[in-house]
């Protein structure tokens, strides 16, 4: 089992910058895809961004070049940079470590995973993020 834990959430104006820091600990994540998704109250989950085993980083579409994923210590620690943020980023934000799979890139295979009734892998209990206009 992997633990996580997400900080680094707030309040800010739209426009303004926040950096999403999640840290693991327990089971090594080597070998698997890691990243991050967020959820509105009441909305479904949607990816935002991983890198696989290899460290090939992807992102989905709404990201538009304003968020950077990066990760350090042996992929024990994992962040997200997030400018230009828009109201609509308003969202709980969750770290999340899924297992990767052939031919999907490392977001499809968390968007996969994320919405599995059993999911196969683990994220914590997310970081609030709110953008007011």
């Known amino acids: 089992r992997v633990r996580l834990v997400e900080s680094g959430g707030g309040s800010v104006q739209a426009g303004g910058s926040l950096r999403l820091t999640c840290v693991a600990s327990g089971d090594s994540a080597n070998g698997y895809c890691v990243g991050w998704f967020r959820q509105v109250l009441g909305k479904g989950r949607e990816a935002v961004a991983g890198i696989d085993d290899s460290g090939t980083t992807t992102y989905a579409d709404f990201v538009e070049g304003r968020f950077t994923l990066s990760q350090a210590n042996a992929r024990n620690t994992l962040y997200l940079r997030m400018n230009d943020l828009k109201p609509e980023d308003t969202a709980m934000y969750y770290c999340?470590?899924?297992?990767?799979?052939?031919?999907?890139?490392?977001?499809?295979?968390?968007?996969?995973?994320?919405?599995?009734?059993?999911?196969?892998?683990?994220w914590g209990q997310g970081t609030q993020v709110t953008v007011a206009s």
């Open positions: 999340a470590v899924s297992p990767c799979k052939s031919g999907m890139t490392a977001i499809q295979a968390i968007n996969e995973d994320i919405h599995l009734t059993i999911p196969w892998g683990w």
